[in-house]
């Protein structure tokens, strides 16, 4: 009868050839010489190997190389502040990021990572200027317009222009008419080169808010 063992697989760094040998060869001491010296050159070599591994070697990259790599990769978002871990994903989505960059669908996904929930509409679907758009945010936070403008340029088609971005705040206030009262937020109009244009009130369901003689609140 055959006896066999399940294959396992071998893992180099633990490796000498004394375990390949039989025992009464491995066991004397002149093989065991050569045996600890091959062992030791196979770590250096593997350990060149390792650090040779950039692109498929990411989650072991040092600070200083995901910073290289950022560079390279013009990883959206990216900043040397930022801990290791977060550096390592920003590097390593760079790539499946850059496959839908330029599409409305790419803007759409960076703004709504940043500031929330956004979304985007072409000239075509408001009866704009060919080649323009427009976004829409309801901010999570603050937001640093030029900060904005700058990364949208790296997201949004290089013919494409923003003309509009309506920004809404977070901050909801309450107003009492009579017994009732009325939870309103505010929403602003923003030009493509970050100045304010308008403002207006809007209700929970972003009506705008009118006064008795039909004008749109506004501050």
Known sequence: MWCTEDWKMTDL???????LLPKSVADQQWVKSISD??????????DFTDNAKIYTGIDHASDELLDILAVQFR?????QDYDIETKRRLVKASLPYYMTVGTKAAVE???????GDATVREWFEYDGT??????KIKAEGPI???????????VKRASAHLDMLQLSTEEMHKLFFGFASVT??????VTADGESVFSWLVDADENALLDADGNILTD
């Open 13 to 19: 760094r633990n490796a000498k050839l004394t375990d």
């Open 37 to 46: 010296a091959w062992h030791e050159l196979a770590i250096l070599i593997l």
């Open 75 to 79: 990883a959206p978002r990216y900043r």
């Open 109 to 115: 996904d960076m703004m709504r990572d940043l500031y």
């Open 130 to 135: 060919p080649g323009c758009f427009r976004i």
């Open 144 to 154: 640093d317009i030029e900060e904005m403008l700058d990364i949208l340029s790296h």
């Open 184 to 189: 309103v937020g505010k929403w602003s109009g």
